[in-house]
Nanobody
Framework: QLQAYGGGLVQAGGSLRLSCAASGRTFSNFDMMGWFRQAPGKERSLVAAIRWNSSTTYYSNSVRGRVTVSRDSAKSTAYLQMNSLKPEDTVIYYC?????????????????WGQGTQVTVSS
């Protein structure tokens, strides 16, 4: 249903743009799309989220100012632009979607998940 891509290897201070594409159904059928990150041995946590129809955005304090979440309705694709990347941003990033608005921090409130894309930031 969801496919996240765009990860890769980047030097510290660099930028990456992650994409999340919906197949089989469009994001217009969803209320909220979220980006999460997960480091080995740690819990998956919210990075940013966007309400599909209003484009209202939400950011975690840890990334605020360094990332921008956006969406392209025509392409049924959401994006996560990440700038000023740090080695601690070396994690797997996941996208997820809610059919109905819920607690954006609660993983269980998301109905669909992408497979994850690895971001590696070298120092």
């Amino acid at each position: 249903q969801l496919q996240a891509y765009g990860g890769g290897l980047v030097q510290a201070g660099g930028s990456l743009r992650l994409s999340c594409a919906a197949s089989g159904r469009t994001f217009s059928n969803f209320d909220m799309m979220g980006w999460f990150r997960q480091a080995p041995g740690k819990e998956r946590s919210l990075v940013a989220a966007i309400r599909w129809n209003s484009s209202t955005t939400y950011y975690s304090n840890s990334v605020r100012g360094r990332v921008t979440v956006s969406r392209d309705s025509a392409k049924s694709t959401a994006y996560l632009q990440m700038n000023s990347l740090k080695p601690e941003d070396t994690v797997i990033y996941y996208c997820a979607a809610q059919r109905q608005y819920g607690n954006i921090y609660d993983l269980a409130s998301y109905n669909y998940w992408g497979q994850g894309t690895q971001v590696t930031v070298s120092s």
